[in-house]
């Protein structure tokens, strides 16, 4: 079993260019959810897709933010242009049936803008 | 606003020591997870309790739902080094998993 594979581990990057972070689910899951954590705001959600299709989106900050899932074993969310106010570690979960059932999260993508 | 308030944020003990952790909200939520995080890692469930009143141990873990499934406790017993790590409290409310700011633990030898 992998587990949730995320990457980068880890990503620098200057203020205004895109960055884009991509997910691998636990193979048999159909929810993902993509987290922000930072020191201040702790883990918020950002989206939540269930087989496929976004369901929740309420969370991604602006239209900065945007994210997709073209398949059920890969998805990205992409920031673009960036600002160093994005930085934080960026978790992609999944679960077998939504919320409510328990999350596998990846280990996470560090990103510093700067 | 913080839907879900941990306390407290911070707790540094020593080995063999006990601890309560903390999870309180105005909401009711139809279930409550325990997350553990340890440094570069993500989050590692512990525990869902789902009844009011409901209490679950895991080893030394002892995990408590409020009778009015608005809160939760975390009690440790006897804490050991490789119980330090960020605890976090998640819970589900209309179907979206709420996760509050967690407790930094660290036990010291």
């Known amino acids: 079993d992998a587990g949730v594979i995320q990457s980068p581990r880890h990503e620098v990057t200057e203020m205004g260019q895109e960055v884009t972070l991509r997910c691998k689910p636990i193979?048999?899951?159909?929810?993902l959810f993509w987290y922000r954590q930072t020191m201040m705001r702790g883990l918020e959600l950002l989206i939540y897709?269930?087989?496929?299709?976004?369901?929740?989106d309420s969370g991604m900050p602006e239209d900065r933010f945007s994210a997709k899932m073209p398949n059920a074993s890969f998805s990205t969310l992409k920031i673009q242009p960036s600002e160093p106010r994005d930085s934080a570690v960026y978790f992609c979960?999944?679960?077998?049936?939504?919320?409510?059932?328990?999350?596998?999260f990846g280990n996470g993508t560090r990103l510093t803008v700067t | 606003t913080q839907l879900l308030k941990q306390s407290p944020q911070f707790l540094s003990i020593q080995e063999g020591e006990n601890l309560t952790v903390y999870c309180n909200s105005s909401s009711v939520f139809s279930s409550l997870q325990w997350y553990r995080q340890e440094p570069g890692e993500g989050p590692v469930l512990l525990v869902t309790v789902v009844t009011g009143g409901e209490v679950k141990k895991l080893k030394r873990l002892t995990f408590q739902f409020g009778d009015a499934r608005k809160d939760s406790s975390l009690h440790i017993t006897a804490a050991q080094t490789g119980d330090t790590g960020l605890y976090l409290c998640a819970g589900d409310l209309g179907g979206k998993l709420i996760f509050g700011q967690g407790t930094e633990l660290s036990v010291k030898p």
């Open positions: 193979s048999g899951h159909n929810s």
């Open positions: 979960a999944s679960s077998l049936a939504g919320p409510n059932s328990p999350l596998h």
């Open positions: 897709f269930n087989n496929n299709v976004p369901i929740d």
